[in-house]
């Protein structure tokens, strides 16, 4: 039986009462979330999730990464479930909106299905992935990595935080890790929910974002070596202002990301300066480079050609120059089936929608590699994120889990 036609909505003001009452749950200081991964008020959030999906007639599963699973049975016992989810952790200077409405607009897919009595032949499993920010433990997405494969798990045990602890007796000690295999679960499908957090949404004036593509990623670490000396005495023929160089080098990154617009963005986040005295002309800088694109093939030549642009210009100024790649992923594809019940929702609801390339790394992402996978986006305000002013509308999030159910209920199949 197909739902396509029908007009089923989630209770959005049951939805945007839940996300208010995780959003207790470690506060920040200016309106949003301090939530990290595997604090107390991790376990806090945990537990009241679980709490929920129990009552919501759910059994949960915990593996040993501590991702969380809330099974709703299917009525085949053989067909594999359709996961939907995303986590729960936030940054330090958090909103209450990235990750948390993935996870609780799946948990709001159940309890309305509960509301309808709908059954479907797939079960359905709501998942919380530990440490998709990464802020504590690095590299973010960790738990869904192991999961898929990309990170072996005494790896990622063994990662630590700025005070020096694990994660892995973190995890032991806030009491969420649990016994299951990581990765041992197999999954039909995977839909998560997020917010956008960028502005191309709110500015189109669309209600929802089909997520086609994420984005591949390069970080290049670039260090350049000249002289320190005295900006007062030195003559300017004779400096080697490797801050100079810098700023010559950004303004290639700069224009390369720019001649493969509009979906290649490029710019440098991480700068030191050396001695960085006001005094003292630099003598070493040390910069990463990040660039973004939906293509590989850009991603290789934004890569050489920022390789062959700094060189020359640290040569002309005759100074020193390395390079390091220090990270990066390739670009992702998402299903096309699973997409296409994302958009077939969006339709059939009647919601403004268009197609979107996730700037963001996400969950869904590494989940991609093992499972057919899709993402739907709803707007955040000024596309705001990773601060405590980050906001929603309560239409906004609503539409974002209408789509999902619809999306979630064409794949798991609705019986009766």
Not at 151 to 170: M, P, V
Not at 318 to 340: H, L, N, Q, R, Y
Not at 395 to 402: L, N, V
Request: aromatic share 6%.
């Amino acid at each position: 039986m197909s739902i396509a036609g029908k007009n089923l909505r989630i209770n959005g003001e049951r939805l945007w009462d839940s996300l208010m009452d995780m959003a207790a749950i470690g506060p920040g200081v200016a309106g949003g979330n301090n939530r990290q991964t595997v604090t107390d008020e991790d376990a806090e959030g945990r537990a009241l999730f679980q709490k929920w999906c129990e009552a919501a007639g759910c059994t949960m599963g915990l593996d040993q990464m501590g991702n969380m699973f809330a099974t709703r049975p299917g009525t085949d016992a053989t067909a594999l479930p359709v996961y939907v989810g995303s986590h729960l952790d936030t940054q330090p200077t958090g909103g209450k909106y990235d990750g948390i409405l993935g996870v609780l607009g799946g948990l709001e897919l159940i309890r309305t299905l509960n509301d309808l009595d709908i059954k479907t032949k797939h079960p359905i499993v709501v998942t919380n992935f530990t440490n998709e920010e990464g802020t504590r433990f690095a590299p973010a997405m960790l738990s869904s990595g192991v999961f898929a494969g990309l990170h072996t798990q005494d790896w990622a045990y063994a990662r630590t935080d700025a005070e020096g602890k694990t994660f892995g007796d973190e995890l032991k000690r806030i009491g969420w890790r649990g016994d299951e295999e990581t990765g041992a679960r197999k999954m039909h499908a995977f839909f998560e929910l997020h917010i956008e957090q960028g502005p191309i949404l709110e500015a189109e004036n669309k209600e929802i974002g089909v997520v086609t593509h994420g984005q591949g990623l390069s970080w290049t670490q670039i260090t350049v070596i000249g002289k320190d000396s005295h900006t007062g005495s030195t003559p300017m023929p004779m400096r080697k202002n490797a801050g100079l160089a810098m700023s010559r080098i950004l303004e290639k990154v700069d224009e390369i990301a720019w001649s493969h617009a509009p979906h290649a963005v490029g710019a440098a986040g991480h700068i030191d300066v050396y001695p960085n005295s006001r005094n003292v002309i630099p003598g070493k800088v040390v910069f990463t480079v990040d660039f973004r694109s939906p293509s590989l093939d850009v991603i290789l030549d934004m890569e050489t050609r920022l390789r062959a642009e700094a060189t020359k210009i640290a040569d002309d100024m005759g100074m020193e120059i390395a390079f390091e790649k220090v990270g990066g992923f390739d670009p992702v594809s998402f299903d096309e089936t699973c997409v296409a019940a994302v958009r077939n929702a969006a339709e059939s609801l009647g919601y403004s929608h268009m197609n979107l390339i996730s700037g963001a790394g996400h969950d869904a992402c590494w989940v991609n590699r093992v499972a057919p996978t899709a993402m739907v986006m709803c707007p955040c305000v000024d596309g705001l994120s990773h601060n405590e002013a980050e906001e929603i509308s309560p239409q906004w999030a609503a539409a974002g889990a209408d789509v999902l159910l619809h999306a979630v209920l064409e794949t798991a199949q609705v019986v009766g």
